[in-house]
């Protein structure tokens, strides 16, 4: 069966119209999904960055210290709805005192063994990984980490 590999929203990979999770989809076959969809993702990275430029090129006229755009990433996988299962207890410490980008962990380190193949699934295909935590409004245990991938590293401020 072909893939059919397509971004929702503007930076939401799905393939065949599902979004992938980690318990039905294995780090080999995330790995080939991104090959064949790089062009798919990229493409969305770049539209995203060149619609945030356009917005703050605007905003800046009125707000001249306004932080400069950065590129953005797209939502290839949920790996689980506990953070806990995915992100090592050390991480969560470290991120609960961080003042930058709570909640979104860039090191493969960070991961539990189970989840790091995946980490290296997006390594593989030539993205860099990154993975998010966030609130979920819509799930009873209000919490989803997600698996994403950037094609240059985040920078923090200065």
Not at 118 to 142: C, D, Y
């Amino acid at each position: 069966m072909p893939l059919g590999i397509s971004i929702l929203y503007g930076n939401v990979l799905q393939v065949n119209h599902e979004l992938l999770r980690a318990e039905n989809c294995s780090p080999r076959e995330l790995e080939n999904i991104l090959v064949l969809g790089r062009s798919a993702i990229l493409h969305a990275i770049d539209t995203m960055y060149e619609q945030y430029s356009l917005f703050r090129e605007v905003e800046a006229i009125t707000n001249p210290n306004i932080a400069p755009v950065q590129r953005g990433s797209v939502y290839v996988m949920q790996l689980a709805t506990k953070r806990e299962r995915v992100i090592t207890p050390e991480a969560i410490a470290q991120d609960r005192t961080s003042q930058y980008n709570r909640g979104v962990f860039s090191q493969g380190s960070a991961m539990m063994p189970a989840f790091r193949p995946f980490w290296e699934a997006v390594e593989a295909a030539a993205f860099i990984p990154e993975v998010r935590t966030t609130r979920a409004t819509s799930r009873k245990n209000g919490e989803v980490v997600d698996l994403l991938v950037r094609d240059v590293p985040l920078v923090a401020p200065d």
